[in-house]
């Protein structure tokens, strides 16, 4: 048997000798992973292995080394969902972020003239069911054209400053004022640059009140239920289909409030306006000069 086995008749006895060591072994990793497993279950939250050495401790007066926690986890296949750090707070740290405008706005979006008071944000596209891109876009307040957008596959600042270099496209007011929510993007010491080169004023929303860039808000919303990114299946298709949302948006999609016009054409009535009255724009240096 031992030749049909391929093994040696030392190794055959000392794993009959052994035998009775593993199933001891097994029969205390078992009693022990009970204890985890009460441990894990307290008070109906799941822990992971340092919670349940400290919950063994203080609730169950066991002492249980964590190297031998893991193991039992591990070899009994129980997993704790980790909670992922949340990128948000990593990316404020890791752009410095600090600085905070006041509310300078105050909700006047239709206050002034076109090129002149800027909303901006940040939303997510799910396509393909469950895969994310993000969209960052500055509106008009007066007009509601979408000056300038980018579509990326991560929240990196880079999307938004670029977002803010297709602003190079148009004439800027002399008192243009750009508002935005406090996420870290805006907070930036990379965004502030950009903001002090522009010349522009800068505006942010209070704390948790959305109303307070309402506008932008509202063009996501509509957006969404506009078009359908679900059947979407790369993510060069998304940005395909939200170039051709923005162009009809702007040119083709007509607006009650705006005298039943589309944002292009109100804008540029509104323009025309202003030129014929002499109050033509005072022009902005070009973007061109951003690094």
Same mark, same amino acid.
């Given at each position: 048997? @031992?030749?049909?086995?391929? @093994?040696?008749?030392?190794?055959?006895?000392?794993?009959?000798?052994? &035998?009775?060591?593993?199933?001891?072994?097994?029969?205390?990793?078992?009693?022990?992973?009970?204890?985890?497993?009460?441990?894990?279950?307290?008070?109906?939250?799941?822990?992971?292995?340092?919670?349940?050495?400290?919950?063994?401790?203080?609730?169950?007066?066991?002492? *249980? =080394?964590?190297?031998?926690? /893991? /193991?039992? *986890?591990?070899?009994?296949?129980?997993?704790?969902?980790?909670?992922?750090?949340?990128?948000?707070? /990593?990316?404020?740290?890791?752009?410095?972020?600090?600085?905070?405008?006041?509310?300078?706005?105050?909700?006047?979006?239709?206050?002034? %003239?076109?090129?002149?008071?800027?909303?901006?944000?940040?939303? #997510?596209?799910?396509? !393909?069911?469950?895969?994310?891109? #993000?969209?960052?876009?500055?509106?008009?307040?007066?007009?509601?054209?979408?000056?300038?957008?980018?579509?990326?596959?991560?929240? !990196?600042?880079?999307?938004?400053?670029?977002?803010?270099?297709?602003?190079?496209?148009?004439?800027?007011?002399?008192?243009?004022?750009?508002?935005?929510?406090?996420?870290?993007? #805006?907070?930036?010491?990379?965004?502030?640059?950009?903001?002090?080169?522009?010349?522009?004023?800068? &505006?942010?929303?209070?704390?948790?009140?959305?109303?307070?860039?309402?506008?932008?808000?509202?063009?996501?919303?509509?957006?969404?239920?506009?078009?359908?990114?679900?059947?979407?299946?790369?993510?060069?298709?998304?940005?395909?289909?939200?170039?051709?949302?923005?162009?009809?948006? =702007?040119?083709?999609?007509?607006?009650? %409030?705006?005298?039943?016009?589309?944002?292009?054409?109100?804008?540029?009535?509104?323009? %025309?306006?202003?030129?014929?009255?002499?109050?033509?724009?005072?022009?902005?240096?070009?973007?061109?000069?951003?690094?």
């Amino acid at each position: 048997m @031992v030749k049909i086995a391929g @093994v040696s008749k030392s190794g055959y006895y000392s794993y009959l000798s052994d &035998s009775e060591t593993r199933q001891t072994r097994t029969f205390n990793d078992e009693e022990a992973f009970e204890f985890i497993m009460s441990a894990y279950r307290y008070k109906g939250f799941n822990k992971g292995a340092r919670m349940i050495k400290m919950t063994l401790e203080d609730q169950f007066n066991i002492i *249980m =080394n964590i190297k031998k926690i /893991r /193991r039992l *986890m591990k070899k009994f296949g129980l997993f704790c969902p980790i909670r992922k750090a949340n990128p948000y707070r /990593r990316m404020a740290k890791a752009l410095k972020t600090s600085h905070v405008a006041p509310n300078k706005l105050e909700r006047k979006f239709k206050e002034g %003239n076109p090129n002149q008071i800027l909303l901006t944000d940040i939303t #997510y596209l799910t396509y !393909d069911l469950n895969k994310r891109a #993000y969209l960052s876009a500055i509106k008009d307040g007066v007009t509601n054209e979408i000056h300038a957008y980018q579509v990326s596959k991560s929240l !990196d600042i880079k999307f938004v400053e670029d977002t803010m270099k297709d602003l190079d496209k148009i004439e800027l007011a002399s008192d243009a004022l750009i508002n935005s929510d406090q996420g870290s993007h #805006y907070t930036s010491l990379s965004f502030q640059r950009m903001i002090k080169e522009l010349n522009l004023e800068q &505006s942010m929303s209070r704390r948790g009140n959305c109303w307070d860039n309402a506008p932008i808000e509202s063009f996501f919303g509509h957006m969404k239920d506009e078009i359908n990114l679900i059947d979407c299946k790369t993510f060069e298709e998304v940005k395909e289909a939200i170039d051709k949302y923005i162009d009809y948006y =702007n040119n083709h999609r007509y607006q009650w %409030n705006l005298k039943r016009m589309t944002p292009k054409n109100y804008g540029d009535m509104f323009r %025309n306006k202003n030129k014929k009255d002499g109050l033509s724009l005072e022009v902005k240096p070009s973007l061109i000069a951003l690094h």
